[in-house]
């Protein structure tokens, strides 16, 4: 059987009851989180007619100091001592604004456009400044609390059920509950279960004390890309959801001027992809604990780029959604598989600093991430400009309809092949 924990420190196995309200909390992360990103600009820039162009302005400069949010939230969580923990006493106090600042934002105040734009962005900062501490520390609870490779594996499936559930809350409900209910109502409604979801994960949390002193500021990120196994790992990540995510922006250009789907086939079409994902959470949670998490990653990854290929040459409908059932089978497998590598990279580190240093990790991996994702806008404006894409245009030339199924269907497989050997490096590299 693979080891998928690395020396890690003896803690106490909790219940099936345990893992799973502590598994609740990806609720109230993704479902605030995807509902924000799906519909705040919208509700914003259709119902209070604030300028698109000033908000997606404000958005990208705040784009910079939201990945930095992430190095100082972990650095701080890691050098938190308390009674109750170093991550439960953020998760406890800042759900409570995480969820508040989230109905506020839906609940502006009558005032003119700058005023909104304003409130729009500082609502905004309070938001993710509460959604960083909540969910860097839930999230780094996750390795210490299950060093056994079979809970860990089944948690990592676990939280990905949740996350999904939450995931699928946020993207689809929260524009239609917006409209018919009312975007404040909706807002509100979606905080009372965002806290209900993260006390009832704070039940089944808790942390083992870390006797060693914490490392300074230049200390821990000097340690943290000396582990050549992080850094191997963050890469493959990097390019994995760099896919994902262009994917996620480049398909609805796809559904509408490839293979057009009716509002209803695309709904089935990115809905489809996350109820397959659901069961198959626990299949590739099994192959990581028979093959090991680094194995399982790179059968993932080859998966995925053969499914996207499909793309090049579906023709109808019906294809275009039995590729989005297909494309749900990999994506599971980088929900569950990428939590239990990240973990395994920090049980390496404790080994070699004596240190549990999730927060620093989780910091600059997120930092890497969001600051890595402006390359998707890079690569979409290159498209853009040498496709012959017609903005507003209700048909595209032939070049663009191409340049979308290469898009989609081509481009991804260059960086899922970086990314299959960043892996491939990590598994030969890391301890057995």
């Not at 009558?110 to 909104?116: A, I, M, P, R, S």
């Not at 807002?187 to 039940?203: H, K, N």
């Not at 397959?276 to 790179?298: D, E, H, I, K, N």
């Not at 004596?354 to 806008?377: D, K, P």
Request: with cysteine; proline share 5%.
């Amino acid at each position: 059987m693979a080891q998928v924990g690395l020396n890690p420190p003896v803690t106490p196995r909790p219940s099936a009851a345990r893992k799973t309200a502590d598994a609740a909390n990806q609720i109230a992360v993704n479902m605030l989180w995807q509902a924000f990103n799906a519909v705040a600009v919208y509700d914003y820039v259709a119902y209070h007619g604030v300028s698109a162009v000033q908000l997606s302005t404000g958005l990208i400069v705040y784009g910079v100091l939201n990945a930095l949010f992430n190095l100082v939230a972990g650095h701080v969580s890691d050098r938190t001592r308390t009674r109750f923990g170093r991550r439960i006493p953020y998760v406890a106090i800042a759900s409570v604004p995480y969820a508040v600042c989230f109905a506020l934002l839906f609940s502006p105040p009558h005032l003119g456009e700058t005023g909104l734009v304003a409130y729009f962005l500082g609502m905004t900062f309070l938001f993710d400044l509460s959604f960083t501490f909540t969910a860097l520390n839930a999230n780094a609870l996750y390795p210490e609390m299950y060093p056994d490779p079979r809970d860990r594996a089944f948690v990592s499936a676990l939280q990905q059920v949740f996350g999904i559930v939450g995931l699928i809350a946020g993207v689809a409900l929260s524009k239609s509950f917006g409209q018919s209910l009312g975007w404040s109502r909706m807002a509100w409604l979606f905080a009372g279960v965002a806290i209900a979801s993260l006390y009832v994960s704070l039940w089944g949390s808790f942390e083992s004390k870390d006797p060693a002193p914490p490392f300074s500021w230049g200390q821990a990120l000097r340690e943290t890309f000396r582990n050549r196994a992080f850094i191997w790992y963050v890469i493959a990540s990097f390019l994995v959801q760099f896919t994902t995510t262009l994917f996620t922006t480049a398909s609805s250009f796809y559904t509408t001027y490839v293979v057009r789907l009716s509002p209803l086939q695309n709904s089935i079409f990115l809905g489809g992809i996350f109820i397959v994902a659901m069961p198959v959470a626990f299949v590739w949670a099994r192959a990581a604990l028979r093959y090991s998490a680094s194995r399982a990653a790179m059968a993932a990854i080859v998966l995925y780029a053969c499914v996207e290929a499909l793309l090049l040459v579906d023709r109808s409908p019906a294809s275009v959604l039995v590729t989005g059932l297909l494309l749900g089978v990999p994506v599971a497998g980088f929900m569950v598989l990428l939590n239990m590598l990240l973990a395994e990279v920090i049980d390496l580190d404790a080994r070699w600093t004596g240190r549990r240093r999730e927060g620093m990790y989780l910091g600059v991996n997120g930092c890497i991430v969001r600051l890595g994702l402006s390359l998707q806008y890079a690569v979409m404006a290159v498209f853009f400009a040498l496709s012959g894409y017609r903005a507003g245009a209700s048909a595209q030339p032939p070049s663009a309809v191409e340049g979308f199924r290469i898009l989609l269907g081509l481009v991804p497989a260059a960086f899922l092949a970086a990314a299959f050997v960043c892996m491939r490096v990590y598994d030969r590299t890391r301890p057995h």
